[in-house]
């Protein structure tokens, strides 16, 4: 695994350690894991929720409409629905669409229909729904419109690398922000959320934006605000500044998080699964690509058994 930290190695952190696992070490090519499970974790590891798929896909329609314009619209709107629609639609029956897999773009296999959620049609008319009002909320809600059309009209970066940070303890601190927006008396940066508004501003989210305006702009951290956009019902937060207390947390926060992949690291090196607790919680369970891998899998289902070689699971561990 590389001495890095990211976004998404946190969250693994937060959620599951064994999760963490998977995803870094036993997926891996080149590290020793049991070769008959590590091919099947190669596969799962590609694999979706219907949730991330769509809020990826909205992010992704953000992206094409705020670079290339107002015409780029009903192309962006009807390729990411599209795509959507057929990754539904080929995990619903892998077998019957197995051509998809040899496409230019295949369709990711959902795990909730993978795994035979029965909430996995609900789920993803939900996920659906969510996507498609997403996109409108962002094109026609009043107060949303307004901040992105005022942050587009100025020196303004969309879907930005966070890259060349000061290391941290010897890792580098690895991201990406939503859309950016700079005038004379602040750097102003946007979050777009699928969904609705919940938790409290994230410190070390804010201490990587503080950062990262300071290397690329020579100003002072706290001239950063934040504000996330929830599109899936249209709150627009208010703007959040960046101060001196949070960035402290923030850094607390990260050095903890390298702290514990340093301790943890040789364990997944030597491929030591059983290092690596296991959340037991079903709700967890349930949204976890390896659920079907994993011995201490708490979600309840079971993985379809498919009679192509999509992820021929080993017998039930
Ligand atoms: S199945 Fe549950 S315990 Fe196992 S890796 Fe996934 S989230 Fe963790």
């Given at each position: 695994?590389?001495?890095?930290?990211?976004?998404?190695?946190?969250?693994?952190?937060?959620?599951?350690?064994?999760?963490?696992?998977?995803?870094?070490?036993?997926?891996?090519?080149?590290l020793?894991?049991?070769?008959?499970?590590?091919?099947?974790?190669?596969?799962?590891?590609?694999?979706?929720?219907?949730?991330?798929?769509?809020?990826?896909?909205?992010?992704?329609?953000?992206?094409?409409?705020?670079?290339?314009?107002?015409?780029?619209?009903?192309?962006?709107e009807?390729?990411?629905?599209?795509?959507?629609?057929?990754?539904?639609?080929?995990?619903?029956?892998?077998?019957?669409?197995?051509?998809?897999?040899?496409?230019?773009?295949?369709?990711?296999?959902?795990?909730?229909?993978?795994?035979?959620?029965?909430?996995?049609?609900?789920?993803?008319?939900?996920?659906?729904?969510?996507?498609?009002?997403?996109?409108q909320?962002?094109?026609?809600?009043?107060?949303?419109?307004?901040?992105?059309?005022?942050?587009?009209?100025?020196?303004?970066?969309?879907?930005?690398?966070?890259?060349?940070?000061?290391?941290?303890?010897?890792?580098?601190?690895?991201?990406q922000?939503?859309?950016?927006?700079?005038?004379?008396?602040?750097?102003?940066?946007?979050?777009?959320?699928?969904?609705?508004?919940?938790?409290?501003?994230?410190?070390?989210?804010?201490?990587?934006?503080?950062?990262?305006?300071?290397?690329?702009?020579?100003?002072?951290?706290?001239?950063?605000?934040?504000?996330?956009?929830?599109?899936g019902?249209g709150?627009?937060?208010?703007?959040?500044?960046?101060?001196?207390?949070?960035?402290?947390?923030?850094?607390?926060?990260?050095?903890?998080?390298?702290?514990?992949?340093?301790?943890?690291?040789?364990?997944?090196?030597?491929?030591?699964?059983?290092?690596?607790?296991?959340?037991?919680?079903?709700?967890?369970?349930?949204?976890?690509?390896?659920?079907?891998?994993?011995?201490?899998?708490?979600?309840?289902?079971?993985?379809?058994?498919?009679?192509?070689?999509?992820?021929?699971?080993?017998?039930?561990?």
């Amino acid at each position: 695994m590389r001495s890095s930290h990211s976004y998404s190695k946190r969250e693994l952190l937060d959620s599951c350690l064994r999760q963490f696992f998977y995803e870094y070490y036993a997926a891996a090519k080149k590290l020793p894991f049991d070769p008959e499970r590590k091919a099947v974790i190669r596969e799962l590891k590609e694999f979706t929720g219907v949730y991330l798929l769509a809020g990826e896909k909205l992010h992704w329609f953000i992206e094409q409409y705020l670079k290339k314009g107002m015409t780029s619209q009903l192309w962006a709107e009807h390729t990411c629905l599209a795509a959507f629609d057929l990754a539904v639609n080929y995990s619903r029956d892998p077998e019957g669409n197995a051509g998809l897999r040899d496409a230019k773009y295949p369709p990711p296999m959902l795990l909730e229909f993978y795994y035979g959620d029965p909430r996995a049609e609900e789920l993803a008319g939900k996920a659906r729904e969510a996507l498609r009002g997403g996109i409108q909320r962002f094109l026609a809600n009043g107060p949303i419109k307004g901040l992105w059309t005022e942050i587009k009209a100025g020196e303004h970066f969309v879907e930005q690398r966070v890259g060349g940070l000061p290391k941290f303890d010897g890792f580098g601190i690895e991201g990406q922000i939503d859309l950016v927006g700079r005038d004379s008396s602040r750097v102003r940066v946007v979050d777009w959320k699928l969904g609705r508004n919940g938790e409290s501003h994230d410190s070390l989210q804010m201490l990587i934006y503080g950062l990262w305006a300071e290397k690329k702009f020579q100003v002072d951290p706290t001239s950063v605000t934040a504000r996330r956009v929830f599109l899936g019902d249209g709150t627009l937060e208010a703007e959040h500044a960046l101060d001196r207390a949070q960035m402290a947390v923030g850094r607390a926060r990260l050095l903890q998080d390298i702290e514990l992949m340093k301790e943890l690291d040789p364990y997944g090196r030597a491929g030591i699964e059983e290092a690596f607790s296991p959340c037991h919680r079903q709700n967890e369970c349930r949204q976890c690509k390896y659920q079907g891998i994993c011995p201490d899998n708490q979600s309840g289902l079971a993985p379809r058994q498919t009679s192509v070689s999509l992820t021929v699971l080993p017998s039930r561990v």
